[in-house]
């Protein structure tokens, strides 16, 4: 097996690609089987509601008293909880966008330092006289190494803008949520 510093570099950063990727994938199922289970809950939920008010409606003799109960009460609460779905809904997806930027994080800082490392395991061990091509070699890195500055600040903002969109529809279903209990009040 061959003592090269740079074969045993890319199988160390296979394997770390290997975990970052096993990671993501993680990350996705928790959220996909977070979200499923809300979407199981909220159907049953609605199911048990819906049967309740059917065999109450079925009980009633007015026309009018039925489509006030409906009006009044139905609608309210399932606008109640829509909002409290997308609550959770949005609790979730923002779970998941944490745990993605902390395993991107990771990943670039690794990429630096792997590129940092190459960079001087290769400068070190060139030949005598070829100092103007390592000046050369040691520019583009240091450009790479800019460059991963500015993915990570991009990358930072990126998962930062879906965090504030994701709080702005948090607070704007807890404002609608808010509403409903004063949209009852005046409706009765």
Known sequence: M??????????????KGMKAAQA???????????ITQLNQRAAQELSTRLQAKVAELMKTQDPKAAFDCVHAEVLQD????????QAQLFQALASGNKELAKIAE?????SQHDLIHFVNEATQNAP???????????????NALQNFELIRAAMADSFGGFEKSVENMSQFSSAKKSEMPRARKKST
């Open 78 to 85: 399932a606008a109640k909880e829509v909002a409290d779905y």
């Open 2 to 15: 061959s003592k090269n510093p740079f074969d045993l570099g890319a199988m160390a950063s296979q394997t």
């Open 24 to 34: 993501v994938g993680q990350v996705a199922l928790t959220s996909a089987q977070e």
């Open 106 to 110: 990771s990943m670039i800082k690794d």
């Open 128 to 142: 005598a006289g070829t100092e103007p091509y390592t000046s050369v070699f040691k520019a583009s890195f240091s």
